[in-house]
């Protein structure tokens, strides 16, 4: 038994690629062909949140050619979920037959070389706030290489081909929110060994790597963390960073992903 109940068009659909798409960074979407949209609401056993600027859709077109979901939307263990129900999203990718993920969210800096509006490709992650969606099994999964060291590289050089800059690479610490961090809990990260600090992915990264996807992160860097500059945090703040920072992620993703399903 599947654990999703889909609506008949989603049923034959064969997406290559699943894509989250974080705070702020719906507008990738008015650029895929092919579009057709379902409301998570229309998804048997899909958690639907109630966040602004998580509308809860996800989206089946084309991206450089290739077949992609797009979820636009996602729940939050801050939301109330479970770990198992904020990777919802990665069991059904999988149930689709998704075989790459692309996670991306918006995260504050920690490391204060880093600037925002940037992206940072995710190298490593923190599981700070000590949650799993892997409770019920599989059980000791292996994690030294979460996100796939072949999707860095590729997202290295096409960067680096359209923008004539590297791409930052750094570590993503998993805290539980929703509040922002105090200007100690910054420091503490940094001393952690964290660059960028954020309330999602790493659950949708563990479940989609117990499933055997491969996976790339991407954080746009929407403000420094508490501390390190003298401006409160706020999430309009966050929410327009991220959508001036989007096209530059649909370019490369329209780019990169022909490339990603061939490697
Ligand atoms: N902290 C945690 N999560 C975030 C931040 C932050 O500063 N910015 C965007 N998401």
């Known amino acids: 038994m599947s654990e999703f109940t889909l609506p008949t068009d989603l049923k034959s659909a064969k997406p290559a690629v699943g894509i989250v798409l974080g705070s702020g960074l719906g507008g990738l979407v008015d650029s895929l062909d092919d579009l057709r949209t379902f409301d998570y609401t ?34 939050h263990v801050y939301e109330g979920f ?9 069991r059904l990718f999988h149930q689709l037959g998704v075989g790459t993920v692309v996670l991306t969210n918006a995260a504050g800096i920690v490391n204060a070389n880093l ?5 940072m490709l995710i190298s490593d992650h923190l ?6 969606p892997l409770t019920g099994g599989p059980h000791f999964v292996d994690q030294s290489e979460v996100y796939s060291p072949d999707l860095r590289n590729l997202l290295r050089a096409e960067s680096l081909e359209l923008n004539g800059s590297r791409l930052v690479e750094g570590i993503y610490a998993w805290v539980n929110g ?21 309330m999602s992915t790493v659950p949708e990264a563990i479940q989609a790597r117990a499933l055997g996807m491969r996976i790339a992160g991407l954080s746009c860097l929407t403000n420094y963390g508490a501390g390190l500059s003298t401006n409160p945090l706020s999430h309009e703040e966050v929410m327009d ?5 989007a096209k530059q992620l649909f370019a490369l993703l329209e780019n990169a992903i022909p490339a990603m399903v061939e490697i």
């Open 178 to 198: 929703p509040e922002y961090e105090t200007p100690a809990e910054v420091r503490m990260l940094r001393t952690l060994g964290a660059d960028a600090v954020g």
């Open 42 to 75: 229309t998804i048997g056993g899909l958690p639907v949140g109630r966040v602004e600027g998580h509308a809860g859709r996800l989206h089946l077109g084309s991206l450089g050619g290739v077949g992609v979901a797009v979820a636009q939307g996602r729940v």
């Open 241 to 245: 960073v991220g959508q001036a920072a």
């Open 115 to 119: 600037k925002p509006g940037r992206w």
């Open 127 to 132: 599981n700070l706030a000590r949650q799993t």
């Open 82 to 90: 479970t770990a198992r129900e904020a990777a919802s999203m990665m």
